[in-house]
């Protein structure tokens, strides 16, 4: 049996961040590996640490690990992100939803009066499309009714309506990541602030500012990358909304014009 589209993409996206994962683990081994030794005199034993310390700070990867358990959850929904919007792009389009070939076919069997050839179109499995649902619930009620000619509308209706609404439900999940990033990151702001008010509170007040650097780092890194996430994502949602009320009003049309002979013909 082979795999659907979208279980391909999220297997591809679980494989982006176990490889993710891995590179970070091997890039902390190298890490390690690449750190001197511990020398004898104190002087010297307190400057390597210290500069180790500010080279490490400056990398990308530290400031992702710095996130802490909200940063990699934000990380990881920016996978997901990517995977979506990967798989609306190849199907929320127009040689997806209304293909030309599909459409010639059945313009053709209509227009000659075949339409149980049409209705064969329809539901062949490599011509599924919006247009195909759509067309063959009219020509179902057309054919079933003794007064299809004038029901058949109703029908083609219902049924386009029902398929833009999946388009729409279709393209939910990147809206609610959009939405979500944002408030985790707040998450991560407010966890790292309660971080550095208790560092204050256990040195009676006298906390250094290294001591409170990883409270304030994850506080300012998670609400960055919430909002890195956020707002590409939300554009893409608004993109893809745009793009369904374009193609849906086009198929409209067409449909409309293809199924037109259904309604002069009264037998």
């Keep these: ?51 180790n310390n500010g080279s ?5 990867l530290s ?19 990517v995977a979506l919007i990967i798989e609306h792009l190849l199907t929320i389009r127009r ?34 499309s919006l247009v195909s649902r759509v067309v063959l619930a009219g020509l179902e009620r ?12 109703p029908a083609v209706q219902e049924a386009g309506e029902d398929q833009t609404s999946r388009l729409y439900r279709k393209i939910e999940a990147i809206s609610v990541i959009g939405s979500i ?9 407010v966890l790292g602030m309660i971080i550095a008010f208790n560092t204050i509170a256990s040195s009676g007040g006298t906390a250094k500012p290294d001591e409170l650097a990883d409270g304030i780092g994850q506080a300012l890194i998670t609400t960055l990358l919430g909002l890195i996430v956020a707002i590409p994502t939300m554009i893409m949602h608004s993109f893809f909304r745009n793009r369904i009320d374009s193609l849906v009003s086009e198929a409209g049309s067409r449909i409309e014009q293809m199924l037109m002979p259904l309604g002069r013909r009264q037998g």
């Design 181 to 189: 990033t944002p408030m985790l990151g707040l998450t991560g702001t």
């Design 56 to 60: 490490e700070k400056g990398t990308l």
């Design 95 to 128: 040689s997806v939803i209304m293909p030309e070939h599909v459409m010639a076919m059945l313009d053709e069997t209509i227009q000659q009066g075949q339409l149980q050839d049409a209705v064969e179109v329809c539901m062949e499995p490599m011509n599924d």
């Design 63 to 81: 400031i992702i690990l710095d996130g802490g358990v909200v940063g990699f959850l934000i990380i990881i929904l920016s996978f997901v992100s």
């Design 142 to 153: 057309y054919a079933g009714s003794e007064f299809g000619y004038a029901e058949y509308k």
């Design 1 to 51: 049996m082979t795999q659907s589209p979208r279980r391909n993409i999220f297997s591809a996206v679980i494989a982006l961040v176990a490889l993710w994962y891995a590179s970070i683990a091997l890039t902390q081994q190298a890490a390690q590996a690449q750190q001197p030794p511990p020398q004898v005199e104190q002087g010297v034993a307190e400057a390597a640490p210290a500069s």
